[in-house]
């Protein structure tokens, strides 16, 4: 079974999310609902910047009652772990992305997973 390896669950409101991620980094996250004790990942998704402005964008995306998040050490980082979440939790065939994680402008990074950017 994949694992995001971050914080959670949490409430996805603005008030969890300011009491969870309180350091501005980039970093990562998972949005989902829980199906028992089990989290289900719907989406995945990173910040550059800021992890917890990123998430409040998501507030009020119906399907989406939790998160999980985790700080990066770079912008780099951030973009690794989301490619290899979004590939551990089924690309697009199950998760909510409709596209593969974009690397930023006038970066060469390779995705660890695929071949997408070869």
């Not at 829980?34 to 507030?59: A, E, P």
């Amino acid at each position: 079974m994949p694992n995001l390896n971050m914080a959670g669950p949490f409430n996805l409101t603005q008030t969890e999310i300011d009491i969870r991620v309180t350091q501005k980094s980039p970093g990562n996250y998972g949005l989902g609902y829980m199906q028992g004790n089990t989290f289900i990942v719907c989406y995945v998704g990173r910040s550059d910047t800021n992890v917890n402005d990123r998430l409040k964008k998501h507030i009020g995306e119906l399907k989406y009652k939790k998160f999980y998040f985790s700080y990066a050490t770079s912008p780099h980082a951030a973009f690794e772990k989301e490619c290899i979440n979004y590939h551990d939790f089924g690309c697009s065939n199950s998760l909510d992305n409709s596209i593969h994680p974009d690397r930023p402008q006038n970066t060469n990074w390779k995705c660890p997973r695929c071949k997408i950017y070869g």
